[in-house]
């Protein structure tokens, strides 16, 4: 073997130096606006300069747990990278499906030379998974069905009042946020809602609120389709994430705002499976050392408003690629976009995850 391939198999020599073999790499997400961007930001730049390298989007997100258990359990992985949520990562991270990552070693410093570790900070939730933006779950609502002389939806809390705002609801088919919602609208305080459902007097609490606008709910499992049944005229109002409606809202001109009031933010980042053949673990972590440094974060901002995970990203993010308008007033995080804004707990999910899931399609097939 050349010397080149010997640096390139034992990771001395990036894939960006030049690869003596053409790579595909299977990366999971979850597809539409968001998907978009990752293409834009991060995977069409990184083949134009890694030409050896092919990426190929898989739209699994959702179900990226489960997949990735029967793939270990079959011993045959066939993903390369995922893009999953904080609590999502943190399971897959205490269930030894993927990989610990050493944060200062493996991905680029701040353009300062502040260590990575330092320059994400309290995003780090767990050594397994590298965080990419803040997001939030939503309102989405349409403006051309308001009840004439109603004041507009302010949150998620009006997804409970059938009287003032009647028609049909769309909510994502699981129990995280809904469970939240349900127990805030319900007049619990935030630092009391995981508590709360930490006993059975609680859950039936949150599932007895829910079960007042049961029958008036159609469920969602991808955000696209959240989008769809608001856009098709399916519901009124619905959740969705914050990201997709503005695409929704700015980039298609559908009769959507956004009702900001009760948003819960929450983590997105990448996590790498364990177990991965040397020549994909390493075109994996020169793609993750590109995609995650400084400048292609904020990159990403230029297609979608979610927030990156970066600090010394926030002051590169500027206006949206196509459209031309600043891209910070959209964010989840802009102090203007709701009176409350609510931090999912991801480590609580982490724990209570599965159990909570079973007992939500429970209550769901009643």
Not at 160 to 185: Q, S, T
Request: glycine share 8%.
């Amino acid at each position: 073997m050349e010397l080149k391939g010997i640096l390139l198999a034992t990771g001395l020599l990036p894939l960006s130096a030049g690869a003596a073999a053409a790579v595909d790499l299977t990366v999971v997400s979850w597809g539409g606006a968001y998907s978009n961007s990752q293409q834009k930001a991060y995977h069409e730049p990184y083949m134009a300069a890694n030409p050896d390298v092919k990426i190929i989007n898989d739209e699994s997100g959702a179900e990226a747990v489960a997949k990735l258990r029967a793939m270990k359990e079959a011993g045959n992985i066939t993903w390369d990278l995922i893009d999953v949520e904080a609590a999502d990562g943190i399971r897959m991270c205490d269930e030894g499906l993927v990989e610990r990552i050493d944060f200062d070693a493996m991905l680029a410093p701040a353009p300062d030379g502040t260590s990575a570790r330092a320059d994400f900070g309290d995003t780090i939730v767990a050594d397994c998974f590298i965080p990419e933006i803040a997001f939030s779950t939503t309102i989405g609502y349409r403006t051309d069905k308001l009840p004439a002389g109603v004041e507009p939806p302010t949150g998620a809390c009006d997804l409970f009042d059938l009287e003032r705002y009647p028609g049909r609801r769309a909510l994502n088919k699981r129990p995280i946020v809904n469970l939240e919602w349900a127990l805030l609208c319900d007049g619990v305080p935030y630092e009391e809602v995981y508590s709360t459902l930490e006993t059975d007097e609680g859950q039936a609490r949150a599932f007895a609120k829910l079960g007042t606008i049961k029958k008036d709910t159609l469920w969602w499992s991808s955000g696209a389709e959240a989008i769809q049944l608001l856009a098709d005229g399916e519901v009124f109002m619905g959740s969705a994430y914050n990201g997709r409606l503005f695409s929704s809202i700015a980039e298609e001109n559908q009769p959507l705002a956004i009702a900001w009031d009760h948003q819960v933010l929450e983590l997105d980042g990448w996590v790498v499976p364990a177990g991965l053949p040397a020549d994909r673990e390493t075109a994996v972590m020169d793609y993750l050392r590109f995609a995650t440094d400084s400048q292609r974060l904020a990159d990403q901002a230029k297609y979608i408003p979610y927030a990156p995970a970066r600090a010394s990203s926030i002051p590169l993010v500027g206006k949206h690629a196509d459209l031309g308008v600043e891209m910070a007033p959209h964010m989840p995080t802009n102090p203007a976009n709701g009176a409350h804004k609510y931090i999912n707990n991801y480590v609580w999910w982490a724990d209570h995850r599965d159990d909570l899931d079973a007992k939500f399609q429970v209550w769901l097939s009643k």
